[in-house]
């Protein structure tokens, strides 16, 4: 059929369409009745139209295929159980691996006997340049994921100190082949904390800026943009669906935009996992709702790795039903939803242009204000970036203490038939320990957790 569909109907314009709508109002203000403000100072609009739509240009998945890959995190504190579940979860649908090392005392010819050459993250908890030597030998085409900004951040403190860290890095950098010692940027901490979407970009431009300065002032950029490196960006994956997927598009956009200021082509490979900060105790089994649409958003952002989480991670110890019900919720996104058959799936879309273009415009002007600040390392010694974080954390926290962040099972819509325990077999709440740091570290909280406390009390 070559026949065009609607030829005998006039296009309408924007213009038109708010015509119409204004006369079905019937009076009623246009701003106060139809736009939604939201927590990152953008207002949606009823009507998107190509006569007004933003022109954004989203790199392609690092992958250059359509795919994007299903990988299981594994906490290696014993190398011989780890690599056994490392091969088990291979077997059974997982695509790749991310390891996390506690110490130097886990064996990586042990933890890595027989995993495939490809698809095996490592992410050391310690930085030892003659233990990332040892992985290497083994795999070198393992990617090794090291942020010595996310460890100032989230500790309060450098492995050992700011001079040696940065030595420490050039060394990793430059030392070891390709895609084996990427520049990593952890963002995680910042969505889990509370930050806006705005926030979490502007602050992993202003974090990954602070590497690429090092490196250009060290110059070693040049180098490192011929050595076949890229960027790599652990995320963690909110609750606002078309936002997540501007976010992720937003992501590669804004990687793009700070290599052109450094005359660079930067690309990057991004690890999305759902996050914890909307997950709860209460009604515990929407937790798998919410983590199969974070990872649609994901996917549909164009996020390479999906590591998705069980429902129950936060309060049961590791148990196989919850890991195999993870696997399989994003087996089933591309096995049966065919979500891995479309690059760039939500290109056209005037909404979604709309969201990302903003979103890569307002992270820019935050950006450009730390950077006036004396950059993202100052603003953590200050303190800004994690007060900043704090005050948004706690307007989120009063939308849902209120009704109106609604979390289904939760504050809306309880579930009576699944109460809530004593105990669980891990604590599910923050714990602080004081320690003295060099910054106030910036601390992952969930938003139920208050509501939690209460209503185990009154057991």
């Known amino acids: 059929m070559s026949k065009e569909l609607f030829k005998d109907f006039d296009p309408v314009s924007e213009t038109q369409w708010k015509q119409k709508i204004q006369m079905d109002l019937k009076g009623a203000d246009y701003n106060e009745t139809l736009l939604t403000a939201t927590r990152e100072g953008i207002h949606i609009?009823?009507?998107?139209?190509?006569?007004t739509a933003s022109r954004v240009n989203i790199p392609n998945r690092s992958t250059q295929t359509n795919d994007w890959y299903i990988s299981q995190k594994v906490y290696a504190g014993n190398a011989v159980a780890a690599n056994?579940?490392?091969?088990?979860?291979?077997?059974?649908?997982?695509?790749?691996?991310?390891?996390?090392?506690?110490?130097k005392e886990i064996e990586p010819v042990v933890l890595l006997k027989g995993l495939p050459k490809?698809?095996?993250?490592?992410?050391?908890?310690?930085?030892?340049?003659?233990?990332?030597?040892?992985?290497?030998?083994i795999a070198p085409k393992a990617y090794v994921h090291l942020d010595i900004l996310h460890q100032l951040v989230s500790d309060g403190n450098w492995f050992k100190n700011k001079d040696q860290d940065h030595k420490n890095l050039d060394h990793f950098i430059n030392d070891f082949d390709g895609y084996f010692s990427n520049i990593s940027v952890n963002t995680s901490i910042y969505q889990e904390a509370g930050a806006?979407?705005?926030?979490?970009?502007?602050?992993?431009?202003?974090?990954?800026?602070e590497y690429l300065n090092h490196l250009n002032e060290a110059g070693n950029l040049t180098?490192?943009?011929?050595?076949?490196?890229?960027?790599?960006?652990?995320?963690?994956?909110?609750?606002?669906?078309?936002?997540?997927?501007?976010?992720?598009?937003?992501?590669?956009?804004l990687t793009k935009t700070l290599g052109d200021?450094?005359?660079?082509?930067?690309?990057?490979y991004i690890t999305a996992t759902p996050s914890l900060r909307n997950k709860s105790l209460m009604d515990y089994n929407v937790n798998m709702l919410r983590t199969t649409t974070e990872c649609m958003s994901a996917i549909l952002g164009g996020a390479d790795t999906l590591c998705n989480i069980p429902y129950d991670t936060f309060f049961n110890k590791e148990n196989e039903f919850g890991d195999?019900?993870?696997r399989n919720q994003l087996r089933i996104l591309k096995d049966e939803a065919y979500l891995n058959k479309v690059g760039n799936a939500a290109d056209g879309s005037y909404y979604i242009d709309s969201i990302t273009q903003q979103l890569v415009e307002k992270a820019l002007g935050i950006f450009k204000d730390i950077e006036n600040a004396g950059g993202f390392v100052q603003s953590l010694f200050d303190g800004t970036i994690q007060r900043k974080i704090k005050e948004s954390a706690q307007q989120e926290q009063e939308d849902f203490n209120s009704g109106k962040r609604v979390l289904i099972g939760a504050n809306k819509h309880v579930n009576a038939d699944l109460p809530l325990q004593k105990?669980?077999?891990?604590?599910?709440?923050?714990?602080v320990n004081p320690r003295k740091t060099l910054v106030q570290p910036i601390v992952p909280k969930r938003i139920t957790e208050e509501l939690e406390k209460a209503e185990i009390k009154k057991l």
């Open 324 to 326: 195999r019900i993870a």
């Open 423 to 431: 105990e669980y077999e891990i604590l599910p709440f923050v714990k």
């Open 84 to 103: 056994k579940k490392a091969h088990d979860i291979l077997s059974r649908g997982g695509e790749g691996i991310i390891f996390t090392i506690p110490s």
């Open 45 to 51: 609009k009823p009507i998107y139209h190509n006569d």
């Open 196 to 209: 806006t979407v705005t926030q979490e970009l502007a602050y992993f431009t202003a974090h990954l800026n």
């Open 223 to 253: 180098a490192f943009a011929k050595a076949e490196k890229r960027i790599n960006i652990d995320t963690t994956i909110g609750n606002n669906y078309f936002f997540e997927i501007a976010k992720y598009r937003a992501y590669r956009i």
């Open 118 to 137: 490809v698809g095996i993250q490592i992410h050391p908890q310690f930085f030892d340049l003659e233990y990332i030597k040892t992985v290497h030998e």
């Open 261 to 268: 200021v450094y005359e660079i082509n930067l690309g990057c």
